[in-house]
């Protein structure tokens, strides 16, 4: 079946620092990908989605480019901020109106 | 853009009781929202899908009569956790697919979530 996985963490970085976080998947098809950020005590807010291979998803500085031949969608950001502190998902859905499949979600922690 | 609210945001009970979680889809329709439930520090499992004006659709291993599911209209689902104990305390979160189903539609909306903790 269809699942995620991304890089444990938690992630300390200083502010103003890149930041990485990596993504693969295994799915049938050909699914469409998202990353997801959970503040604490919040529900999920989409950070950003690609549906199709090569497509590159951006918001709030945040990057991830769809990438079937190694099934990566590896979410970066060139200058992290302590707002970006929080709780980042990776999530595939196979079509539309079916569930998200969460990866284990990455804690990212930004000191200044 | 289409929103949904999940309420209550905190809920304490007493062992043996149960307790009511809604989840509105406030702008759009929804005929199907999923209903996840999230430990400490993991993933969001997915508990069950809630379809409008039929049965929900259970995940392996979730208990259907511990965990009541009704979706009675087009924008409200509910999930009522039967006779709580202390290992039912988590995190509950409910989610919409955005309407239509084209491929650019496969995104869903989150419900603010509920932290339940059984005493």
């Known amino acids: 079946g269809n699942s995620v996985t991304q890089m444990e963490g938690p992630v300390t970085l200083s502010e103003e620092a890149f930041l990485t976080i990596n993504c693969t998947y295994t799915?049938?098809?050909?699914?469409?990908l998202f990353w997801y950020v959970q503040y604490p005590g919040e529900g999920l807010q989409l950070l950003l989605k690609?549906?199709?291979?090569?497509d590159k998803g951006s918001n709030k500085g945040f990057e991830a480019t769809y990438r079937k031949e190694t099934t990566s969608f590896h979410l970066e950001k060139g200058s992290v901020q302590v707002s970006d502190s929080a709780v980042y998902f990776c999530?595939?859905?196979?079509?539309?109106?079916?569930?998200?499949?969460f990866g284990k979600g990455t804690t990212l922690s930004v000191s200044s | 853009g289409a929103v949904v609210s999940q309420h209550p945001s905190r809920v304490i009970c007493k062992s043996g009781t149960s307790v009511k979680i809604e989840c509105r889809s406030l702008?759009?329709?929804?005929?199907?929202m999923f209903w996840y439930r999230q430990f400490p520090k993991q993933s969001l499992m997915l508990m069950a899908t809630?379809?409008?004006?039929?049965?929900?659709?259970?995940e392996q291993g979730v208990e259907k009569d511990k965990f009541l599911i009704n979706h009675a209209s087009l924008t409200l689902s509910t999930l009522t956790v039967t006779s709580a104990h202390p290992e039912d305390s988590s995190f509950y979160i409910c989610?919409?697919?955005?309407?239509?189903?084209?491929?650019?539609?496969?995104?869903?909306?989150f419900g603010q979530g509920t932290r339940l903790t059984v005493v």
């Open positions: 809630s379809n409008e004006g039929s049965k929900a659709t259970y």
């Open positions: 702008d759009f329709q929804a005929t199907t």
């Open positions: 799915a049938t098809g050909y699914p469409s």
């Open positions: 989610s919409a697919p955005t309407p239509g189903h084209s491929v650019m539609n496969t995104e869903a909306f």
């Open positions: 999530a595939l859905t196979g079509q539309a109106g079916t569930a998200l499949i």
């Open positions: 690609a549906t199709k291979a090569d």
